[in-house]
């Protein structure tokens, strides 16, 4: 069975840092990795998908990694805003229909 | 950009009542989910569903959960005998065909009291 693990749980940075996610899985044979942003009772929000063809995936301030042989992903945050604030998740799919989700890093980003 | 409809956003619920969570999926998907998450805790599958029949279950989702895609655009999650420990947010989402990502909902909070 997947697991997935995600530090730090959370994280506290000033306005304008670049910052790291990290996201660890044990099955390396992952379908592909999603992150998503949840905001405090809300849903979920797709933010990047890798498929485990591809290395990473840009979206605006936004970059994602992914290395199937260690088992690791990252997400890459240019100039955190307050906006930014939001707990991110990872999920990882391993073939099976269903995604596997980490605990979650939440992000505070102090203006 | 498209999303996925769920109603209600928050229910509460007496211990022992059927509940039926209610979501509307992106039209064109074919592929749907349940998921849910324990305040605190990391989001669980329960289960997805595909040409009208479950594709896969967890061990979660055990004979007092059922769903249905009564008409062809809802999709509904029914608990028959609510406990306190089914008390969560329960996430739907839908998927379009080949590898594309899914869409999740906004949630539906379920309190059983």
């Known amino acids: 069975k997947q697991e997935v693990t995600q530090i730090p749980a959370a994280l506290s940075v000033p306005e304008g840092e670049n910052l790291v996610l990290n996201c660890s899985f044990t099955?390396?044979?992952?379908?592909?990795l999603q992150w998503f942003r949840q905001d405090p009772g809300k849903g979920l929000t797709s933010l990047l998908l890798?498929?485990?063809?591809?290395r990473e995936q840009t979206s605006g301030r936004l970059n994602a990694s992914l290395d199937k042989s260690s088992g690791r992903s990252t997400l890459y945050i240019a100039a955190s805003q307050p906006g930014d604030s939001a707990t991110y998740l990872c999920?990882?799919?391993?073939?099976?229909?269903?995604?596997?989700f980490g605990t979650g890093t939440r992000l505070t980003v102090i203006p | 950009e498209p999303e996925v409809t769920q109603t209600p956003s928050h229910q509460v619920t007496q211990m022992g009542q059927e509940v039926i969570l209610r979501c509307v999926p992106i039209?064109?998907?074919?592929?749907f989910y349940w998921y849910r998450q324990i305040l605190g805790q990391k989001v669980e599958f329960l289960v997805s569903?595909?040409?009208?029949?479950?594709?896969?279950k967890s061990e979660i989702f055990d004979d007092q959960f059922s769903v249905e895609r009564p008409d062809g655009s809802n999709f509904t999650l029914k608990i028959r005998s609510t406990k306190l420990e089914d008390s969560a947010m329960y996430f739907c989402?839908?998927?379009?065909?080949?590898?594309?990502?899914?869409?999740f909902g906004q949630g539906t909070r379920l309190t059983v009291v």
């Open positions: 989402a839908s998927r379009g065909q080949g590898a594309s990502r899914p869409f």
């Open positions: 099955d390396s044979a992952i379908y592909n």
């Open positions: 890798i498929q485990s063809s591809q």
């Open positions: 999920a990882g799919k391993t073939g099976a229909n269903n995604l596997f």
């Open positions: 039209s064109n998907h074919l592929y």
């Open positions: 569903f595909y040409n009208n029949e479950i594709s896969e």
